[in-house]
């Protein structure tokens, strides 16, 4: 391997893998066997939907999965808090979703949310200025009602009178009751729980955080109030349940009915630092989530794609525009209920759902139990959200749509047997895992191992001795090599000033990263994944 020890750090920071001699530096070992996962059933979302996250998936060359989580998604933000689906008597479900898109750096997260979002934020922009003139009104109005309340109060105080302490009294009442509207919001960007809680009180308790990088995901990580954060917004807006928003130098409001949607991506390593967080300061706030964790195609993208067609997006625009529109209203309110047929196949999913939570289901780990235990819940959500989405007369929802929202529930099923493998911080090598990740983030491609301490987690590596197993796995692996080719492995490797990262880690591509090699032994994830699938697979065949 000598060869590769003739360029500069900054040649083999700006050099492809490709252009590195193979026979001067041999294919790393995959740290973390990643399982494998389907591709979202695209069939099952509406024509109009389908067709338009199918091109745009090819303008952007990007995973459909990405697109069709992110439409699905921006499909709740139009409808929740204005639309409840009730698939059997006694139970509703608000139609909010949390979905969250797990993607390395250079995917395109951006311009898939822009497309997707973009109706819904003109829309948004038309309510806004349609609102402008009104709110102006009303802080005119409450600026003379102001004055008034200060001219009685003078009088009553300078002359006290029984008729003039009334007037005051009748001011200060009217005041009180008086309210500006704010200026309505359908979408948020990254916010904080407290300003979640603000933001939707101002709203009537109906908000929808879309976040091409989200930043919650970092406080679930623990980035926030030190490690602690206040969730309770997160679990309660998932259910529709009440809410008080507490705010310092402020009366606090009540919500009688919370509903929120959050539509996200994130880069795969924030689910790994999750996993570290202590199971006692998790509430339950990650079971909430539809993942998606798809395989990137970086590196095999078509360098000219076909833009989408013209008459596909408008179509998407047209139907998106209508959704935001017709459910803007505060006093809209939609209630669906499944059909007698849809509810003998809801009973059939739920029936299903549960086997796979027993000890031995695909879903019965303590560690992913809770989210199955939601799974049939959302299915649910997801086939009253594809009733409207699909323009259906009626309120009446179809058993073909518990079959679509089915599938869909499948596929997430998948997925998130694959996220919190990622999630699992006590996995093998995820330590080194870690390392790699704080590698690439910062593109060490010739580093002393105090340069990387230096940018590492504190609470993970305490100590630069505690970097020292991760890192033998790292050069056992072939990620490292040490600049002193003479330098031992083992303890002895510290002796080596600097360390060359294999090109590889560079690649953004999980076609390389999941690849397994020889021998290696199956993640929890995998073997979770194929009974799922091999469930599938006999159930339809006794069917």
Known sequence: MTDVFNYTPEELASMGPEAIPRDSWPEPTPLHQKPAVPTFPIDSLPPVIADYVTTLAEATQTPIDMPASVALGS????VAGRATVQPSTGWTEPLCL??????EPGNRKSAVFSAITSPIREVEKELIETARPMIAEAEALKEIKEGNLGRFKKAAIGKPSAENE???????RELAEFSVPVLPRILADDATPEAIGSIAASQGGRLAIAAAEGGIFDIFAGRYSSGISNLEVLLRGHAGDSFTVDRKGRESEHIDSL???FVLTVQP???RQIGQTSVEKSRGELERFLYAVPDSLVGYRTIDPVPVPGDVAGRYQDRMRTLARTFAPDDHTTFLRFDQDARVRFAEVQAKNERRLRQDGALGSLRIKGWGSKLSGAVARIAGILHLADGREGTDVAVDLVDAADRIGDYFAIHALAAF???????????AEELLTTIRRYGLHEFSERDLFT???????PKMADMAEPM????????????????PHGPGRRRSPRFVTHPRAFEVSARHSSSSSAGSADSAATSAHRNYTQGLDDERKAS
Do not use: I
């Not at 949390?98 to 993607?103: D, G, I």
């Not at 493998?421 to 330590?431: C, H």
């Not at 940018?455 to 590596?461: A, G, L």
């Open 75 to 78: 499909l709740a933000a139009c």
């Open 98 to 103: 949390y979905v969250v898109t797990a993607m």
């Open 166 to 172: 009334a007037e005051y009294l009748q001011a200060a």
């Open 259 to 261: 509903t929120l949607t």
């Open 269 to 271: 390593s924030v689910l």
């Open 421 to 431: 493998d990622l999630m699992d911080a006590k996995g093998e090598n995820a330590k």
């Open 455 to 461: 940018k590492s987690s504190r609470s993970r590596f």
């Open 472 to 487: 033998d796995t790292l050069l056992d692996h072939g990620w490292l090599v040490p600049r002193d080719q003479e330098a």
